[in-house]
């Protein structure tokens, strides 16, 4: 069954500091993978996805995230923080009939100036 | 184009009661997913309805159901609320029916079951 862990629900970095969320996964079938972000009383928005093709993938607002199919993982990382970067991030997999995605609990981001 | 609209934002029932949240989908998107978020967790699949019909649904009881609307506007139905049910629940459409496809939602319906 699919399944997503997200390691450390709470994240706090310094404005210009490396960001890194982590994501582990597991799934009984060639996994599409991810991240949305959910800013405070909005609704969550695509920041990137993984469907098979390059396994560095590129998304919005200078966020990107590695397929690794060894360490089944998906780490979202962003090189340095911005203090609008602040929200709640969210690793997602899709479900074995492919017709809904599974979150993980979600990571909370600080960043302080 | 418009985005994902939810109504209403925000309500308050009681146990045993019922209630419908709405949801009009993008421009364009035929498919429409409905999510449950509790407090402090990720969201959870409800159900996904395509073309009118439902095309999947996660591990909810049969209280939860839904409809899609000619025009691919959304209902989801909660009878005899629990109060487990208090979430803020989250509609998103899309293009397509697969999950492979980016999921556009809404601001979400904040439910209080007291």
């Known amino acids: 069954a699919q399944s997503v862990t997200q390691l450390g629900s709470h994240v706090s970095v310094s404005e210009g500091a490396l960001v890194l969320l982590r994501c582990n996964y597991s799934?009984?079938?060639?996994?599409?993978l991810f991240w949305y972000v959910q800013y405070p009383n909005q609704g969550l928005q695509l920041l990137l996805k993984?469907?098979?093709?390059?396994?560095l993938v590129k998304g919005i607002n200078g966020f990107e995230a590695e397929f690794k199919k060894s360490e089944t993982s998906f780490h979202l990382t962003k090189p340095s923080a911005h203090m609008s970067d602040a929200a709640e991030y969210f690793c997602?997999?899709?479900?074995?009939?492919?017709?809904?995605?599974?979150f993980g609990k979600g990571t909370t981001l600080s960043v302080s100036s | 184009e418009t985005g994902v609209t939810q109504s209403p934002t925000h309500l308050i029932k009681t146990r045993g009661q019922q209630v419908t949240l709405r949801c009009s989908s993008q421009s364009g998107h035929n498919t429409v997913s409905w999510y449950q978020q509790a407090l402090g967790q990720g969201p959870q699949f409800i159900f996904q309805?395509?073309?009118?019909?439902?095309?999947g649904r996660g591990n909810f009881p049969p209280r939860f159901s839904g409809l899609q609307f000619p025009n691919y506007s959304s209902e989801l139905n909660v009878n005899a609320l629990e109060l487990d049910d208090s979430a803020l629940y989250l509609c998103?459409?899309?293009?397509?029916?697969?999950?492979?496809?980016?999921?556009?939602f809404g601001e979400g319906s904040r439910l209080t079951v007291l």
């Open positions: 309805y395509y073309r009118e019909e439902e095309n």
């Open positions: 799934s009984s079938v060639p996994p599409y």
């Open positions: 993984y469907t098979s093709a390059a396994t």
């Open positions: 997602a997999v899709s479900n074995q009939a492919g017709t809904a995605l599974i």
């Open positions: 998103a459409s899309s293009l397509t029916d697969r999950a492979t496809g980016e999921l556009f």
